[in-house]
């Protein structure tokens, strides 16, 4: 009986062994994760770019909801930076200004600043 312990230990210990030497098989090669959505290099970014960005998660990972709220206020910054550009714009061209589009985004950007 004690001879069949001693060689069930040592076929358990000689595939584990196996096993941690690469002989039971190859690993597949690793996919690098990139970004889904590229930024754009011939137009300023938008609050749509922002909102597409995905990043991708690395060995050691990233805190999501850290990264996400800054996307979040990236957006509204460029949100309320287009909406009070198109409004000077207007104000330059001698149009009416409309200050409800810039007072949502005001408000927004107020919103991620507390």
Do not use: C, N
Not at 70 to 97: K, N, Q, S
Request: proline share 5%; hydrophobic share 50%.
């Amino acid at each position: 009986m004690f001879w069949v312990i001693v060689v069930a230990m040592a076929v358990v210990v000689g595939g584990a062994a196996l096993v941690a030497l690469g002989g039971g098989g190859a690993l597949p090669e690793a996919v690098h994760d990139r970004i889904a959505a590229k930024l754009p290099q011939e137009r300023p970014l938008t609050r749509t770019d922002v909102d597409e960005i995905r990043l991708p998660m690395a060995v050691r990972g990233y805190r999501m909801d850290e990264v996400d709220d800054v996307l979040d206020r990236l957006g509204a910054e460029l949100a309320y930076r287009d909406t009070r550009i198109a409004e000077l714009e207007a104000a330059a061209a001698g149009g009416p200004a409309t200050a409800g589009p810039v007072d949502a985004a005001a408000a927004e950007r107020s919103d991620h600043q507390e």
